[in-house]
């Protein structure tokens, strides 16, 4: 961090407040509430001062009496706009789970405790290119708005800092409040797309699963030790890039039904980036999970037997999205 970005960061800690992220319910108190002119503000300011100076060299009570009267306007204005945004409760919901690649959203709600609305509030992250939602909250009532945020990498996406302000009623103050969460969403490894079939155990069972027979053509499944040649699907191997990470294929033919299935990764092979495996475990776990077919995992230190359902699915790739970090 350069010595610039460094001093930055001290001064808006100090002085806008900006610290760690906050959990449970958050009050906008009025130390937490800055005010400047905007752009229209400043030229309102100085077409005041103008209408001052004029008036007061010409001595023309009119011009004073109109001066003054604007003055007040503006005065009204700040008083609004400073309103419009303090003593407001700030409130986080959960961030489902998402793939890298995906958008994660985060549900952010806006508590309204006090007898009057407010106008016109606009919310969205601190980055300079990030959307802005305008709401309108009514007195004692709650307004919910999600952000997007994209995500790039799996592991835990923190929520970025969310800025808060409004230029209600009349455009000539901006109030703004800065807001960071303690929330961050779950992000699943991205899954490889054209993954290869998924690995079936071979052993054989007294319930017609396992190897299937040798008639009926059914599929193809991951290479295993002991394949005969004659089975080996040569032109689903001929499209394969072995270097990439692809793996070789054996036919698979009815007469009983599918093996358990077995997702290793440490079976997949060595000289495999890590990425990639976790993506191909992914894209084998969502498969497995839309076919409704049992699949035993193994990560790590994560081992999980064979078994179906959505909290199966959910273990699995929580394992895969935080690997290793």
Known sequence: MSLFTNLQTRFRKMVFLENKPETGEVFL???RVFTLPSKPG???LLLLITLFIAATNYNLSLGL???????????VSVFLGFRNLAHLHLLAGTAQPVFAGEDAQFTLHLINRRKYARYAVWVSFSSKDAAQHAVDIAAFSR?????????????????????LQTWFPLGLLRAWSTWLPDVQALVYPRPELNAPPLPYQGSEKNDGRGHAGSEDFSGVRAYQTGDALKHLAWKHIAK???????QLVTKQFSGGSASDIMLDFSSLPKNMDVELKLARMTSWVLEADANAQPYGFRLGGNHYAPATGQAHR????????????
């Open 29 to 31: 108190n009025q130390r």
């Open 314 to 325: 959910l273990d699995c790739l929580r394992a895969l999205a935080l690997y290793e970090l």
């Open 240 to 246: 394969v890039d072995v270097a990439a990470g692809g």
């Open 143 to 163: 307004t919910s708005i999600q952000l997007s945020c994209s995500s790039e990498t799996r592991g835990y996406l923190p929520i970025p800092r969310v800025r």
């Open 65 to 75: 009496a109109l001066t003054f009267v604007l003055m007040s306007c503006a005065w």
């Open 42 to 44: 400043w030229m309102f």
